[in-house]
């Protein structure tokens, strides 16, 4: 039987990345995916789709609900997959309103709407539906060292302005299942890194910085530790959680892999030095360049996935230095992306400016 899955920020880094995944798959998909196109969001990674013919690309803003409700009861939408979001802490810390509206508003817009025609419209078979929402181990906030992994009971401690507002999401998205008894799940994953990732997170800046010759800029000390996953990992977690996972529930998502900032970027600059070494003989690490740390920043994430492992079968496939390497190898050998990035959004000048705010500050703070 067919499924009709509706994507949100489907164009983005993880979205895209899951329709490639489910495109791949056999089985009778069709996709709907819905993205607004913003600064993260670009058609150029959805080129070369397996299967183009099962995705249909609407764009449209989440907070349009008309529009959401439209789409669900058109398509006969059973699956709900919901990814868009503004995704950047940085860009949080400067301006907060994008992320309340489509955090906050697009979610509830969304939640409406699977509501209408699901619940109160009844066009589609109730045993069939299900609405996922894709959310951050970031709501938890930060661990001191030593403090156990955030599982899923973990009280919500949300320190940016980008976790407060995916926190409020998931919030609603729980309401929604005890409220009206809408089927949902939840799923916060840990930090993720591979293809198609917009250049201005740190994997990708780093990459692409040390390429080009340019400053590797660590906030603070670099000590601060994430729990990265590779983003098909990520793709496998939520395909797993719609298959087998429980209705009303949250799975934890994350790579088991902690290391320090410092120590992605040195690794990062070693498999550079190996497979594409500076005209000058140099290390890349020369490059790395300490800045003013971000206000209010997480020190440390770690994920306990023993929920997921034990109740659905999950694990992470990729350790991160094969991860790190295959990243590496994406960004190197996809120019054409990255220029055709570059030219529609021409995200060098924000990535410049962020830069030179925070040198300008550790400058001022010494
Ligand atoms: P991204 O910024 O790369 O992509 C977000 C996509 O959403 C873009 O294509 C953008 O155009 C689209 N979008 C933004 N506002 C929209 C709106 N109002 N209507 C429709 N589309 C809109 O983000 P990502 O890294 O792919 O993250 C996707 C989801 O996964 C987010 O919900 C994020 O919170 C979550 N997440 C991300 C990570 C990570 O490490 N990147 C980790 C855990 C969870
Ligand atoms: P980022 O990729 O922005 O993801 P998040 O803030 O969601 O974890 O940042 C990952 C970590 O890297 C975070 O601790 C901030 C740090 N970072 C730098 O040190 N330098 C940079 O240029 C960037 C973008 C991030």
Redesign the pocket.
Known sequence: MTKNILVTGGAGFIGSNFIRYLLSKAGDYRITNVDLLTYAGSLENLKDLPHPEKMEFIHGNVCDQPLMEQLIEDRQIDTVVHFAAE????RSLQGPAAFIQTNLVGTFSMLEAARKVWLQKGLIDMDKVRFHHVS?D?VFGTLAPGDPAFHEDTPYAPN?P?AASKAGSDHLVRSYAKSFGLPITISNCS?N?GPYQFP????P??IL?ALHEKP?????D?L???DWLYVEDHCDAIWIILQRGEVGESYNIGGENQPS??E??RTICKILDEKAPRESGLPHEDLITY?A??PG??RR?AMNITKIRNELGWEPKLQLEEGLRSTIEWYLSNEDWLQAISKEKNFQDW?QL??EA?EKTLGGAE
């Open positions: 995704s950047h802490v940085d951050t970031e940016s980008y930090n890194y201005e997170k740190l994997i800046l780093m910085n590797l800029p660590i906030y603070g670099g601060q530790i994430r900032n410092l992605i970027v800045v740390d971000r920043h997480d994430y990535v962020n830069y925070r």
